[in-house]
């Protein structure tokens, strides 16, 4: 598991205290916690693999009256 709660061990994650970096606003459609779009470091120096925030899990309760967590 990454700083960003996901499955890969490499990648660099852009945040700032804020909450505006990149990793805390890129766009992910696919979900594979990888942003959808290269983040643009320098003119010419870009992050092609930059990690997003994965979705937070939310805990719901189940017909039977079990807890889950959901992720989607």
């Known amino acids: 598991m990454n700083i960003a709660g996901g499955p890969y061990l490499g990648g660099n994650f852009w945040v700032s205290p804020e ?40 805990k719901t309760e189940s017909t039977e009256g079990n807890s889950c967590n959901n992720t989607e």
């Open 19 to 58: 909450g505006d970096g990149f990793s805390q606003t890129a766009s992910d459609e696919d979900g594979d916690m990888i942003a959808d779009l290269p983040f643009n470091i320098t003119e010419t120096n870009y992050d092609y693999l930059s990690l997003v925030f994965g979705k937070i899990s939310e």
